[in-house]
């Protein structure tokens, strides 16, 4: 099984600013790996695919990066309804599919 | 447009099972590019797969739960259930199910979702 992780567990930032997240692996899943937004009383929307494609209707602020083990979502002009839990999931060992612990990026 | 809804008991006593089942529309189960799976999230936890099921093939379970899970399509009434048995306390959880992508044989990412079902296990 494939362990993903995720940094910082608590991201305090600044409407306007910009929001790094980073994510893990614990072995190569190649660019296949997946980011997710979800708010509080909501399911995960899906934001990324393959490492960097936007899913539709994702705003362009929003970009990720990376591949192999080592993956980052940047979220540039952070706008008050950006403030939430983000999840990255690897889809390369199917069986089981792993997520991450998730990143809460909150008001600072 | 893809949407999904979870429907099921909204309580269910230890050592029961929890049976779950989602209503697919706008496509139909018999979709050679999707996938359908159940995810769970414990309240304030992080995501956990339960497992998947290709309308036509075998379904796939999360090693950790598989002695307790089963997936199965209802081509019919489009629609997908669970049935995870002798649940536990440390089976409360909101439940989602999920469609996920299928390229090339393979299952990817979710991209659409339920709005999910919370199932507390309790006496």
């Known amino acids: 099984e494939i362990v993903m992780t995720q940094s910082p567990a608590t991201l305090s930032v600044s409407p306007g600013e910009r929001a790094i997240l980073s994510c893990r692996a614990s072995q190569s899943v190649r660019s296949n790996l997946a980011w997710y937004q979800q708010k509080p009383g909501q399911a995960p929307r899906l934001l990324i695919y393959?490492?960097?494609s936007r899913a539709t209707g994702v705003p362009a602020r929003f970009s990720g990066s990376g591949s192999g083990t080592e993956f980052t979502l940047t979220i540039t002009s952070l706008q008050s309804e950006d403030f939430a839990v983000y999840f990255c999931?690897?889809?390369?060992?199917?069986?089981?599919?792993?997520f991450g612990p998730g990143t809460k990026v909150d008001i600072k | 447009q893809l949407q999904l809804q979870e429907s099921g008991p909204g309580l269910v006593k230890p050592s029961e099972t929890v049976s779950l089942t989602c209503t697919v529309s706008?496509?139909?189960?018999?979709?050679?590019?999707?996938?359908w799976g159940w995810i769970r999230q414990p309240p304030g936890k992080g995501l956990e797969w339960i497992g998947s099921i290709y309308y036509s093939g075998s379904p796939h379970y999360n090693p950790s739960l598989k002695s307790r899970v089963t997936i199965s399509v209802d081509t019919s009434e489009n629609q997908f259930s669970l049935n995870l048995n002798s649940v536990t306390a440390a089976d409360t959880a909101v439940y989602y199910c999920?469609?996920?992508?299928?390229?090339?044989?393979?299952?990817?990412?979710?991209?659409?979702w339920g709005q999910g079902t919370l199932v507390p296990v309790s006496s």
């Open positions: 706008g496509a139909s189960i018999v979709n050679i590019n999707y996938y």
């Open positions: 999920a469609g996920h992508r299928r390229i090339a044989a393979a299952p990817y990412y979710f991209d659409s």
């Open positions: 999931q690897q889809y390369d060992d199917w069986f089981p599919f792993t």
């Open positions: 393959g490492a960097s």
